[in-house]
């Protein structure tokens, strides 16, 4: 039978693998025997991921669609192949929809969906050939309106419907494409929200299970949704939100 807690033999791409959820999804598949090429757009200096050999590190500009396919090709000429693709590139802007500039508005849908798609687009080559799997970082923001993140929640409703429309198209190629949607999660994103004694109070009063997700959380679901455990799995949203979605 196949291990289904084992990535070994697999090699995994994860975006936005610098820090955060990123860094976590990324180190949870080392752990499981997968190897991980790290992409970021930060600098070398902003790193907290520490993974090393017989992992490896990228630079990707996810808004470039030149840059993803460059990423693909680099790694696989380093490790021979790709099975699964984690797009996790995502930034946030917040302020009040009436007075969003257009440059944070722009700034968000490039990363946060065009990103996704334009990696996804990339990937899809080498994913066929591997019958892979990809699994899009959204959000409950793309799911219920949030105050304050139009940009944000948009481009994440977008991302999870995207992982419909490819999930439909490349099923014939054997390639499954999922989606995750955590609600707040603890990361340097979340940070200045952390902090407010007022949101946090509204925020954990939506929360049925009274607690934010971890990281770890997020990672165990996006495995979960790459591995053979999920093989009649594609085109869905799993909500690690302790039920904010269910009211």
Partial sequence: MVDSHSFSGKVALVT??????????????AERGAIVANADLLPESEWTNELGQPHSRHFVDVRSRESCFDLIAKVVAEHGRLDCLVNNAGIVRRGKASEVSEKDFTDVIDINLNGTF??????????????????HLGSTSGHSAVHNTVGYSVSKAGVMFMAKALAFEWASDGIRVNAVGPTIVPSDMTAPLLTNDEYMKDKMASIPLGRMASQEDVAESVLFLLSPSAGMVTGQTIFIDGGVTIH
């Fill in 118 to 135: 334009f990696m996804s687009q990339a990937a899809y080559p080498e994913l066929k050939k591997s019958k892979g799997s990809i699994v």
């Fill in 16 to 29: 936005g693998a610098a820090r955060g959820i990123g860094a976590t999804i990324a180190k949870t598949l």
